[in-house]
């Protein structure tokens, strides 16, 4: 039975990996002559990976601390869009009202990239900090804010019906029956709200030069360092994974019925 | 004057949306019962007579579209603790212990009182229902007979005038369901509440109550004459099936539901006919 589960776990994980590597092989060796081998990848890294936390100048930087100032951007961005969703997505599940007034605006923004964002976050606030943290949390904020209006219009009329028999105060209802109903929803919302801020980085970062993995990338690509670009990716890539698990733990914790 | 009157309630449910009553599907039709404190009610029907759409407007979760309800002589407004129910699915909020839902309906009834004295309130309704040992559960680990324990501490919890049981069993395994109507009756027996149950089971109702209603099936069901169960409580299961009384009202009351279902009265087969309507 063991033995079962570790070729499910992680012989064909693996296996999917090998895969991967080879089409990339394949790849830089035939059609690509640009890209670079995946060990050639590797050799010219191996100073960003084994030292990740190494600086020399500002764009010249583990990919650890590239990683690490990424990530500290995408939390502020993420925890701005959160603490703007969540009651926004509360009123808009309460109230018809404030739903059929701002559902249309919603749904206008939500499709916007963030390449279009951030040109006007400079505009705004003519720093590419702030712009690159605006971008990140108007962009992410969707899914928290349309998650939790569904949550919160999906509690189960049977627990409303018990407010309404005590005759529970609006905000007792709220604290007790809406919110603690409505969080598995919440947090769904907040998965895919850092999964999309994640995303965002990396546009947000290019277009600002700000230092991070995104910023990073870029620079490579201007400097013709395309083994770093790949580095990068994988990089991106590795993270998002390890905060969408981590997210999910969470979630989980949430899951009540 | 009774303590809890249905006057003339009416109730239809709109079909596709529409308002206008010739599409819309009446449940109720004249409904007028009249309840004296202390009282243990059945009201006895198949499914889709229209059962919990009556109870839902005793509770005031909806309104009649004709006639009142009154408690005390005085018009039902709304939902209220006073008129406290126990839902047919439980409705325990799952996000809470078994102390915690029961609680919170001794905090909304008594907010005035110390914690101290809501815990203790809490405790004696927990205790009354054998579920002192499973307090800080959550709904679900438990099971089945031990939520309903629950949904019916709660129910009584609110300190209602009438406490509103909607199948409260229905859900239950046999064995199950017959310890908790025996527990149900020596809470009643305890607390000597004025009681509005619905049930689809006449010996359930028969065990329980003092008067049996029937509700004639729907669409447009109305209420039969009541039976009265005269048998003294604490009644025993075993003793009931020998008593002259527990035949005549139950061949009533299975013929009422069967005529209505028919259309003709058929009360000789009727009596053999099963007790468990579905």
Redesign the interface.
Known sequence: MTRRIDFATVVLPVLGLGVMLLIWTILSTTVARDLPSPMKTWEESKQYVLNPFFKDVEMNQGIGRFAFLSLIRVAKGFLLAIVIGTPLGFLLGLSVFFYRTFDPVIQILRPISPLAWLPLGLVIFRQSEPAAIFTIAICAMWPTVINTAVGVRSISPEYLNVGKVLKLSRMKTLQRIIIPGSLPYVFTGYRLSLGLAWLVIVASEMLTGAPGVGGFLWQEYNSLVYSHILLSIITIGLIGFGLDRFMGLVEQRFKTA | MAFLEIRGVNKSFRLNGKTNSASSLPVLRDINLAIDEREFVCIVGRSGAGKTTLISLI?G?IEPDQGEILLEGKPIQ????E???V?Q?Y?L????SVFENVH??VD??APTLGEKEKRERTEHYINLVNLGAAKGKKP?ELSGGMKQRVAVARGLA?DPKVLLLDEPFSALDALTRGTLQEELARIWIGTQKTVVMITNDIDEAILLADSIYTLASGPGATLGPAARVETPHPRSRSQLGREPGYQRVRRETVSVLVSARSGQGGTSSAASGKAQLN
């Open positions: 509770a979760l709304g939902p209220g603790p008129r406290g129910i839902f699915n409705s909020l799952p996000w809470m919170l309906a909304a009834v679900r609110m």
